[in-house]
T-cell receptor, first 112, second 114 residues
Framework: QQQVKQSPQSLIVQKGGISIINCAYE??????FPWYQQFPGKGPALLIA?????SEKKEGRFTISFNKSAKQFSLHIMDSQPGDSATYFC???????????FGTGTLLAVQP | NAGVTQTPKFQVLKTGQSMTLQCAQD?????MSWYRQDPGMGLRLIHY???????DQGEVPNGYNVSRSTTEDFPLRLLSAAPSQTSVYFC?????????????FGSGTRLTVV
């Protein structure tokens, strides 16, 4: 049973465009929702994260939108650049268990 | 600081062979975990540890063993390798956190079982 569902599986965006990746979760006990960025041959690295009591968090060109009632959250990358081309994972943190449950990943390609 | 170090980076095994994937962290993190990454399936938790001497199973533990004798090291053992274990393996560590923080990942071990 997949606890965190992520879409789309892949995404192609033109340079300067907006990239949007969506995730949905089921367990209301999750207490923290991070996004990880992974470049080829590297491990995932924390990009940005949000708590469920906040509806939006922005860091530079990256924004998380969070809808607690719908149990959905999304990553927006504004003014997408070729250097943003990577795989993006959403995740949900299981509170006291400290487990991170990951989505299936989105391969983003930003074309110059 | 080195962060999380995984060795080897690449490995080819024959079916039935055993091996140990090494993971070490120098951040004094209590929590360590192993994930496998497969196309279209994201990162799936194999085993995790909340401290030295304490380990537990994750989502896909079959065929793997772990132990945690020290805070720094968390090796993953493949008992009898199978082609289905061909994957990229990541070790991660963290402090315990709620509402903030994150995992630090190693750079991965790419394993091929033939």
């Amino acid at each position: 049973q997949q606890q965190v569902k992520q879409s789309p599986q892949s995404l192609i965006v033109q340079k300067g465009g907006i990239s949007i990746i969506n995730c949905a979760y089921e367990n209301t006990a999750f207490d923290y929702f991070p996004w990880y960025q992974q470049f080829p041959g590297k491990g995932p690295a924390l990009l940005i994260a949000i708590r469920p009591d906040v509806s939006e968090k922005k860091e530079g060109r990256f924004t998380i939108s969070f809808n607690k009632s719908a149990k959905q959250f999304s990553l927006h990358i504004m003014d997408s650049q070729p250097g943003d081309s990577a795989t993006y994972f959403c995740a949900a943190h299981g509170g006291a268990t400290n487990k991170l449950i990951f989505g299936t990943g989105t391969l983003l390609a930003v074309q110059p | 600081n080195a962060g999380v170090t995984q060795t080897p980076k690449f490995q080819v095994l024959k079916t039935g062979q055993s091996m140990t994937l090494q993971c070490a962290q120098d951040m004094n993190h209590e929590y360590m975990s192993w994930y496998r990454q497969d196309p279209g399936m994201g990162l799936r938790l194999i085993h995790y540890s909340v401290g030295a001497g304490i380990t537990d199973q994750g989502e896909v533990p079959n065929g793997y063993n772990v132990s945690r004798s020290t805070t720094e090291d968390f090796p993953l053992r493949l008992l009898s390798a199978a082609p289905s274990q061909t994957s990229v393996y990541f070790c991660a560590s963290s402090t315990f956190f709620t509402g903030g923080g994150g995992y630090t990942f190693g750079s991965g071990t790419r394993l091929t079982v033939v």
